[in-house]
């Protein structure tokens, strides 16, 4: 009675709030009631509603607080500059974390490993250090298993999108809040370049200020990032970095899309648990989970056809081209931004050039009709990608 009384009363005012000058934190917190009162819907009253109502609150109100001391007590991560940031932008299971880990296996640029993304503030690593250490040394560091798709561990290096997560500004929110099962779409955080000016502008400045503190920790100057579903705030990010470099990985939807889904099914059984999810409520977060898809290879392919996505900001990479040859297309993308290529980066290029060939993934993905889909549904929803990139329409 209490929750409800809280939400609906802030429910109440919010409804005339206006969302042009809406702020970051306002955005945030009316996105975690609206989590709250899907997981309550869900779930009823258990450790899921404690998970998302206090435990998701307090970590991010901590995150605020010593984000907050950094500029007391490492007040140099505002005076580090930033120069031609690289961004790996693509459909999620198109490649990227492969070109990703192959341009960052060394070391030699500024990356995140997981723990540095939930716990982005100079100030609180250094008291959690010890602690993060430990975990590491004893292999009980594993946050998502191998099975589930994504091998996430704190001493891993991931996927930068994760730093939105305390804005409520990645599609990573909604399957780790429990928005995913709200009745409502959550258009607004995917769709994020058709945010009001001052929600972007805020968001970038919050994004800005991790990227430099991790400039400061790494002790790096070029940033090299993996970022999927900023492919939907590409305009925005070049906005603030205009001398940034985007790398667009392509790969067929007949691919990416099954993996993709069946992946977002596999986090939510391993976050909210297999039998508790009713299969109506899962399979609708799932169909609006494909129609995102398809908006993120609309949305990138409109900004190339129109120019919007300059040639000189964005070089493309199939997903096909690099399993051929791993080691010349990271040396084209390594040209086009720039990057130096040290001799011992080139060595682990190649060994995992060996690896590639070699792989084979450690989850299986499910049939698209498990999801009610066809690869008929796919071919006719996403045809102007087989047209463009010659991609075989069968599976």
Not at 85 to 103: A, D
Request: proline fraction near 4%; glycine fraction near 6%; include cysteine.
């Amino acid at each position: 009675m209490i929750l409800k009384n809280i939400t609906g009363n802030w429910f109440s005012k919010a409804r005339t709030f206006d969302k042009e000058n809406e702020s970051l934190n306002h955005f945030w917190w009316r996105h975690h009631l609206l989590s709250i009162q899907a997981v309550k819907r869900t779930f009823g009253l258990g450790l899921g509603l404690v998970k998302v109502s206090i435990l998701h609150t307090l970590w991010r109100g901590i995150i605020m607080l010593f984000m907050q001391l950094d500029k007391v007590f490492y007040p140099a991560w505002s005076r580090t500059t930033i120069d031609r940031p690289v961004f790996i932008i693509g459909h999620p299971r198109s490649g990227t974390t492969m070109l990703h880990r192959s341009l960052t296996s060394t070391g030699d640029f500024v990356v995140f490993k997981f723990w540095h993304l939930v716990f982005p503030s100079l100030t609180l690593r250094r008291l959690l250090n010890p602690l993060i250490s430990y975990l590491i040394r004893h292999g009980k560091d594993v946050i998502v298993p191998k099975e589930v798709g994504h091998f996430a561990a704190l001493g891993e290096v991931d996927e930068e999108d994760f730093l939105f997560l305390f804005q409520a500004l990645t599609q990573f929110y909604p399957p780790l809040s429990g928005l995913a099962f709200a009745e409502k779409d959550f258009d607004e955080m995917v769709f994020c370049d058709a945010l009001p000016a001052k929600l972007r502008r805020q968001s970038m400045a919050w994004f800005d200020g991790c990227i430099r503190r991790q400039m400061l920790f790494t002790g790096r100057k070029r940033i090299v990032t993996k970022m999927n579903y900023s492919a939907m705030r590409v305009r925005t990010l070049l906005e603030t970095y205009p001398d940034a470099r985007i790398v667009y990985v392509v790969r067929s939807p007949l691919d990416t899309i099954p993996s993709h889904l069946s992946l977002h099914q596999n986090v939510c059984y391993h976050q909210w648990g297999k039998d508790r999810i009713p299969p109506a409520v899962l399979n609708r977060y799932i169909l609006r989970r494909y129609k995102h898809n398809v908006s993120l290879y609309q949305y990138v392919e409109d900004l190339l056809a129109t120019g919007a996505l300059p040639s000189s900001k964005v070089i493309t990479i199939q997903y096909e081209d690099m399993m051929n040859d791993l080691e010349a297309e990271v040396a084209r993308v390594a040209t086009f931004c720039e990057l130096d290529i040290s001799d011992s980066l080139r060595h682990s290029i190649a060994d995992q050039a060996g690896v590639q060939r070699g792989y084979k993934r450690d989850h299986n993905n499910q049939k698209l009709e498990n999801f009610g889909l066809t690869s008929a549904d796919i071919v006719r929803d996403l045809s102007f990608i087989f047209d463009r990139y010659g991609f075989d329409r069968e599976v």
